[in-house]
């Protein structure tokens, strides 16, 4: 059973930092690890993306503003993010994909961020 835990989420103002971490257990093999987030009303999209290899991709309105990072060894990914603005409110749902030769992907309950003065 793949297992979640995720942390870092909260209230921050707007121009703060947040960093999300995500550590992912019962699984055997991970090769990419990603947070999409998720505000009422709208869909969801990819924030960031990182394989096992290193490779980083980026939703366009991360504006260089936020670092994936993973460290393969135990299995954790982390999100580094900078100059948040109120319009990065959402929650964010840190996923992994097991296999590039398969689009299944498992989700973790997600972390609340807010970003308010």
């Known amino acids: 059973q793949v297992q979640f835990a995720e942390s870092g989420g909260g209230l921050v103002q707007p121009g703060g930092s947040l960093r999300l971490s995500c550590a992912v257990s019962?699984?055997?093999?991970?090769?990419?690890m990603a947070w999409h987030r998720q505000s009422p009303g709208n869909e969801r999209k990819m924030v960031a993306s990182i394989t096992s290899g290193g490779t980083a991709d980026y939703g366009d309105f991360v504006a260089g503003r936020f670092t994936i990072s993973r460290d393969n060894r135990i299995n954790t990914a982390y999100l580094q993010m900078d100059n948040l603005t109120p319009e990065d409110t959402a929650t964010y749902y840190c996923?992994?994909?097991?296999?590039?030769?398969?689009?299944?992907?498992?989700w973790g309950q997600g972390a609340q961020v807010t970003v308010s003065s």
């Open positions: 019962g699984i055997t093999s991970i090769y990419e």
């Open positions: 996923n992994v994909r097991p296999s590039v030769w398969r689009a299944n992907r498992y």
